[in-house]
């Protein structure tokens, strides 16, 4: 079968950096709903489009097609007294964003010296080309209740909502 619009895709994959450092060693595959429901970063989703099962495929994605650019305004030195006692460098904590439209973003302490603390509201891998070795393991059309929820039920998919 080939891969198109409401197919359900399971991939083999490895992501590294464009120097071969391993990102994420795809130790499980990746099962995404093919069509355009945000399952996978549009790029793939555009390269692997009308595909076979087994077949191989390496793509290449600039930071503005993974996880954005580095933004340097979104890193913010805190008072330290603002935050719980027990915080450590590396953990995440969500902070809702202010406006209508704004979405709640996702900070990460990166430092905590001098009764201050360092914040990062960048996706870790922000800035970094990402290369994306895949083989299609699996092509499958959707269940019907797959294509109403936009995403993959059963093994590697999603079970509750």
Do not use: C, W
């Not at 060693?25 to 399952?39: A, C, E, I, R, S």
Request: overall charge negative; aromatic content about 6%; hydrophobic content about 40%.
């Amino acid at each position: 079968m080939q891969i198109a619009k409401d197919t359900v895709v399971t991939l083999n994959y490895q992501v590294t950096d464009p120097d071969g450092n391993i990102i994420d060693d795809g130790k499980n595959p990746l099962v995404y709903l093919h069509g355009g429901y945000d399952g996978i970063f549009s790029r793939i989703e555009e390269a692997l489009h009308g595909k076979n099962a087994g077949e191989n495929l390496v793509v290449k994605l600039q930071p503005e097609d993974a996880f954005g650019d580095y933004d340097a305004e979104l890193v913010r030195i805190e008072p330290l007294e603002l935050f719980p006692e027990n915080i450590k460098v590396g953990m995440q904590f969500e902070r809702a964003g202010e406006g209508e439209d704004a979405d709640d973003m996702l900070y990460t302490i990166t430092d905590i010296a001098d009764g201050k603390v360092v914040v990062d509201g960048n996706h870790p891998l922000a800035g970094v080309a990402l290369v994306f070795d895949m083989t299609i393991a699996e092509v499958r059309a959707a269940t019907r209740e797959e294509l109403a929820h936009g995403h993959v039920h059963g093994p590697g998919g999603h079970h509750h909502h």
